[in-house]
């Protein structure tokens, strides 16, 4: 039996039926082309999009109002990276038409970004008609917005934990971002020493300093979990859960604290970067922030400092001689 030789132009099998698959491959990615529908152009206009700079709040007197824009930063602790609060967005959740922006509900999670921008900013809004400007105080209830434009102004909720409703990693109470207000969305802020809670109760909540964010219906705190890793459109970060973390003295871990960060008065709108050196060029500076309290009340230091490597080292100097914290200034 011989075996048949065909030459480089000869078409066998079903050669016209790819030719025209081809074809139709073709003109297919050339109207998603043209249309911006294609993955990598909705990866590079989400990112364009979420990621544009926004100013965050100057505080002049130390202090916290509503209106003001934050960003909600965790500082980690031992062998664990600070993040910061932050919309996980993917391709598929957020429209073109009639407007760009997000899609309800959406995702939250801790990134180690933390340059000011659409995706990590939230407005300090009133809930209880407090008005616009006025002092934010210790267990006041406030609600956490999104920035208006693309990111769609979202208020930051959380339910009762259920087997239908919660993280999809740990399992634990879920977080998420939703367009109408109600009372899921409520939250107030605590004194971190529960020793000295009762005595702040009331008091006005600093700016830049180490608090904790309580949702109001479950009394359950925000939280990141480090060891619940995601994966997502900007690089790993970890999953953001509504539950509190208590030590064997009751008091709750570094899990749940977080610091409410404003823009450096002094900076000329450079972000107040508290103890991680996140860019070439920035250096830290040490300054003496005096919290306001009662009179009769002590004082209580702490000293944040950053490394090379973006951990952040925490130690107990002696208390009541001032709050210390890393401040981040342009060389």
């Known amino acids: ?7 480089t132009r000869v078409k066998i099998g079903n050669w016209s039926e790819d030719l025209s698959l081809q074809e139709d491959a073709l003109k297919d990615y050339m109207e998603k082309k043209e249309k911006g529908e294609l993955a990598a152009q909705k990866i590079d206009f989400l990112k364009e999009n979420i990621l544009r700079p926004v100013t965050l709040a100057v505080t002049r007197d130390g202090g916290l109002h509503f209106g003001d824009v934050v960003m909600l930063v965790n500082m980690g602790g031992e062998k664990r990276e600070w993040s910061t609060l932050s919309i996980n967005a993917d391709i598929n959740g957020f429209t073109k038409i009639p407007s760009p922006g997000l899609r309800a509900p959406c ?4 990134g180690p970004g933390l340059q000011p921008c659409a995706r990590t900013a939230f407005v300090i809004t009133s809930v209880d008609g407090s008005p616009e400007e006025s002092p934010l105080h210790y267990e006041q209830s406030f609600a956490l917005k ?15 934990l259920s087997f239908q409703k919660c993280a999809k990693k740990s399992r634990l109470q879920e977080v998420n971002l939703v367009d109408n207000d109600s009372f899921l969305s409520w939250w107030r802020i605590v004194y971190f020493d529960p020793q000295e809670r009762l005595e702040y109760e009331g008091q006005r909540v600093p700016a830049n300093v180490k608090v904790l964010i309580i949702h109001c219906k479950t009394n359950q705190a925000l939280a990141v979990l480090h060891d619940q890793v995601l994966w997502t459109t900007y690089g790993k970060e970890y999953e953001v859960t509504a539950h509190t973390f208590l030590d064997s003295h009751k008091a709750e871990q570094d899990n749940n604290h977080w610091i409410l960060c404003t823009s450096d008065p002094g900076g000329e709108g450079l972000a107040l970067l508290i103890g991680v050196n996140a860019t070439p060029g920035v250096t830290f500076q040490t300054e003496t922030i005096e919290e306001k309290r009662p009179a009769d009340q002590p004082r209580q230091q702490f000293n944040l400092t950053g490394g090379s490597g973006g951990s952040v080292e925490e130690r107990s100097p002696p208390p009541r001689k001032g709050v210390s914290n890393n401040l981040c200034a342009a060389e």
């Not at 995702?107 to 801790?110: D, L, R």
């Open 107 to 110: 995702g939250v999670s801790a």
């Open 1 to 7: 039996m011989t075996n048949r030789v065909y030459g």
């Open 146 to 160: 999104t920035t208006s434009g693309f990111a769609r102004g979202l208020f930051l909720t959380s339910d009762l």
